[in-house]
């Protein structure tokens, strides 16, 4: 399960706009009447799924480094005005 197999455009798209799109896939499963012809929705699912979950943990990572950055900034602050 490549994230090179989908169109290059998910990569450009934010979280939620990613998170309609499979609930939009997820919809058109749930309605799928002959179970042959949505294997490779299902797949595709799967697919864009991961890519889901790589953006999130990128953005998670993200977050971390910028709350660190901004806790140290705070307590290097509370230690110059110490020294004051």
């Known amino acids: ?3 090179k197999n989908l169109p290059n455009n998910y ?3 934010s979280l939620e706009e990613l998170t309609n799109l499979a609930n939009k896939m997820i919809e058109e499963l749930e309605n799928q009447n002959n179970l042959e012809n949505s ?3 299902y797949q595709d699912l799967l697919r ?3 890519i889901i979950e790589k953006k ?3 953005n ?3 977050l971390n480094e910028k709350t660190k950055k901004e806790i140290f900034e705070i307590k290097t602050n509370k ?3 110490k020294i004051k």
């Open 1 to 3: 399960m490549k994230d």
């Open 39 to 41: 294997a490779e929705k």
């Open 79 to 81: 230690n110059a005005k």
């Open 48 to 50: 864009l799924n991961n």
């Open 11 to 13: 990569n450009s798209l």
């Open 60 to 62: 998670v990572k993200n």
């Open 56 to 58: 999130f943990q990128k």
